[in-house]
């Protein structure tokens, strides 16, 4: 039996080995391709990478593992959704404008890995999926410890806010591996972010509805300086930009101011709408719990006279 649960926790590491290895290597491959310039204007391009393609197959082979096969509608929904984004987000004009003209464009880039993208790859994790990782001696802990509401909250703002320093943003641009790196770990970190408010009851399971409401307002919070910093600049603080060609009418410190603009509208957007989605599950819940209270009285009321 011991024998057993060591093949099987082996077994579960290669797969969640190759699922990180599909997700590290997207944003690799995703810099494999041609790297024309855009001389005169946007065009929206998406680009067929072989290689990305078969990177997102081994990720996806490591979930179907973790779901056993029977992923259920709504978590293949997701994963599927989150895929196909991923590979509009890395794969097409986005990732060649971002790095090389414009800082907008960019953050746009980050803001659709760490909020749309992160929260569909949470949700397609169903409970069974995550008990089996949670059975897992490294990755159990690892995953109990990243995924409380305290450490999720300030490491997903650490890591997002880190990287925005300018020397940590030139060095990604400069450097494929680097910013490979920047964009798996907001990935993770954003994952451990959402997984309070939407990650499943069991195995690693998400905060209580008030603190819920707590860890929302103090994740904005926690964003605010960089967001300030960004939108309030009177300095162009990203060299790359400063010296690009302008391919759309916009100053290098209206394009920075834009890119704060961008992650604070989507910052705002975002959190106001889980906050009001956890309002609502919050009454529902409180209500189902109203009437199992009044039939509980009820049939005590009523077993005396029977």
Known sequence: MQGMVSIRHREGACALLFLLMGLLAVPAAAHV???TPVPNGLYWAIRLDIELIVLLAIATAGWLWLVEGRPGWRAASAWASATLLFYVTVASSIDEIGERYLFSVH???HTLLIYPI???????LPERAVMRLAAMPLIGTVG??????LVAGFVFAAVFSGWHVPALY???LRDRVIHNLEHLTFLISAMAMWWPVAGPEEGWPRASYGVQVIYLAGVTIALLPIFAFLTFARTVFYPTYAAAPRIVALSPIQDQVLGGAIMKIAAMVAGFATLAWVFLRWYEWDQSRQRRLKLVIDNRTEAPDA
């Open 33 to 35: 391709g041609g790297t």
């Open 170 to 172: 030139e060095w990604a």
């Open 118 to 124: 992160a929260l569909l790859y949470v949700l397609a």
């Open 144 to 149: 109990r410890v990243l995924t409380r509401p």
């Open 107 to 109: 953050m746009l880039q």
